[in-house]
């Protein structure tokens, strides 16, 4: 008499092409958004008609009209462009900062490396949005303004994270052997620690393009950003935050974008950090 044993099918990991898929098709719009907008909204953002005011979204006006009849849908294509180049020019900023601070502390004598240490603590314990409202304060408002304050504002939670990955190749097996076998410490930084503790600032840029685009977008609602009748999506809140009972397409439209923009990053972000994975 024999006996057959049921077996289950193994589990299959779900695959990750449809993800990756997806962020790469809403990263090619946005880069069509921001490098060539006539393609997508062929009109002028900055065209009047004062005979169309606040307009709901229609068909002829996809996402309705402002308070002096211009067309929301070209004006919020056209701003994609500014909103992604504060994004990235940010996300540069405290990306570059981060690794010079976690550098400073790891890699330098202990001196040195503790008072840059007690640099990143400080920062951090400020809001990010805290922080770069007070530089903003400080500086005279504007997009370069904008850049640096949210950079900085960002800045101290990546440095933490750069430290961590930092010190724990330092102590890796592989660090130790080069030191045992004579190897001089410039070496040892530029071959083993450098490439293995920052390759997973790839993600991290991708991710943190999409913070720094809601901090942006936030100093900018707040008054504190580019000034409107500029098309970056944060000024378009700033304008349409006096009309939301009325024509909530005004704010809800340029948050949805923004939203968008944000979530497209960090998918970016998971599918890159997952490709860079060791043994993928």
Do not use: K
């Amino acid at each position: 008499m024999t006996t057959t044993i049921e077996t289950s099918p193994p589990e299959t990991v779900p695959a990750r092409r449809p993800a990756g898929r997806t962020a790469g098709a809403a990263t090619l719009v946005l880069a069509v958004a921001g490098l060539a907008p006539w393609l997508l909204a062929p009109g002028d953002p900055d065209a009047i008609d004062l005979a169309a005011t606040l307009r709901a979204p229609s068909a002829q006006h996809w996402f309705g009209t402002d308070e002096i009849g211009r067309d929301l849908y070209t004006r919020i294509v056209h701003g994609t462009g500014q909103s992604l180049t504060i994004g990235l020019g940010a996300a540069g900023v405290a990306l570059v900062l981060a690794v010079l601070l976690a550098l400073t502390a790891t890699l330098t004598p202990r001196p040195v490396a503790a008072a840059a240490d007690r640099v990143i603590d400080v920062l951090f314990a400020f809001p990010t949005l805290l922080l770069a409202l007070l530089l903003v304060s400080v500086l005279s408002p504007s997009p370069r303004t904008l850049v640096f304050a949210v950079g900085v504002g960002v800045a101290p939670g990546y440095a933490r994270m750069v430290r961590a990955q930092l010190l724990g190749v330092r102590d890796s097996p592989y660090v130790e052997a080069a030191t045992a076998l004579g190897h001089r410490r410039r070496r040892i930084v530029a071959r083993h620690v450098l490439p293995n503790a920052l390759r997973p600032l790839v993600a991290v840029f991708a991710l943190s393009v999409g913070q720094c685009v809601v901090w942006a977008s936030s100093l900018s609602f707040l008054g504190l950003g580019v000034a409107p009748p500029a098309s970056e999506w944060g000024a378009l809140l700033e304008a349409g935050r006096s009309y939301v009972t009325v024509a909530g397409w005004l704010v809800v439209l340029p948050g949805l974008a923004i939203v968008a923009l944000a979530v497209t990053a960090t998918a970016v972000g998971r599918v890159l950090a997952t490709r860079l994975e060791p043994g993928e």
